[in-house]
């Protein structure tokens, strides 16, 4: 299960995962990186869990700390959803969902067993260009994380 690999990659970090109520902070998880916790809300999702894990284990692995510049922090966050959104969705599985759904983001985050906002965000990464998709693309030829033949 994806939840083992995080839990597995912040136990290599030395990492440790408490919950609690965060309800108060605005927040579903956190990474205090001087004390290498990550605390998670105690009431998550079985769709939530995996997401808000990813994204703070992906703090954790880079040691992110809050700043005083808002749009580095945004940054910040935004990589970190990119990357969870990235473990979580298998984008052959993503190709057939797109299709069944007929890109319905509700319907679509369900099967694939996601919230709507790691569909949205993985969705924000895919290029397509004629009958293929890109996952990540960058500038340069060749460059991306993933490339998919698609049916029009």
């Known amino acids: 299960m994806i939840d083992r690999m995080f839990f597995d990659m912040l136990d290599d970090l030395g990492v440790r995962v408490e919950y609690a109520d965060l309800s108060g902070r605005a927040r579903l998880g956190e990474?205090?990186?001087?004390?290498?916790?990550?605390?998670?809300?105690?009431?998550?999702g079985p769709r939530e869990h995996p997401f808000v894990l990813g994204h703070e284990t992906w703090h954790a692995i880079n040691g992110d700390e809050p700043?005083?510049?808002p749009q580095f922090d945004e940054k910040m966050e935004r990589r970190a959803d990119e990357?969870?959104?990235?473990?979580?969705?298998?984008?052959?599985?993503?190709?057939?969902?797109?299709?069944?759904?007929?890109?319905?983001?509700?319907?679509?985050?369900?099967?694939?067993?996601?919230?709507?906002?790691?569909?949205?965000?993985?969705?924000?990464?895919?290029?397509?260009?004629?009958?293929?998709?890109?996952?990540?693309?960058?500038?340069?030829?060749?460059?991306?994380?993933?490339?998919?033949?698609?049916?029009?």
Do not use: N
Not at 83 to 90: C, E, G, V
């Open 83 to 152: 990357w969870a959104a990235m473990q979580l969705i298998d984008p052959m599985r993503y190709s057939e969902v797109e299709r069944e759904c007929i890109g319905h983001i509700p319907t679509m985050a369900f099967q694939l067993g996601v919230v709507d906002e790691a569909l949205e965000v993985y969705i924000s990464m895919l290029s397509r260009i004629g009958d293929t998709v890109y996952v990540q693309p960058r500038m340069g030829a060749g460059i991306w994380t993933e490339r998919i033949e698609v049916v029009a």
């Open 67 to 69: 700043s005083m510049f």
């Open 31 to 44: 990474y205090i990186h001087r004390r290498k916790l990550v605390r998670l809300h105690h009431d998550l």
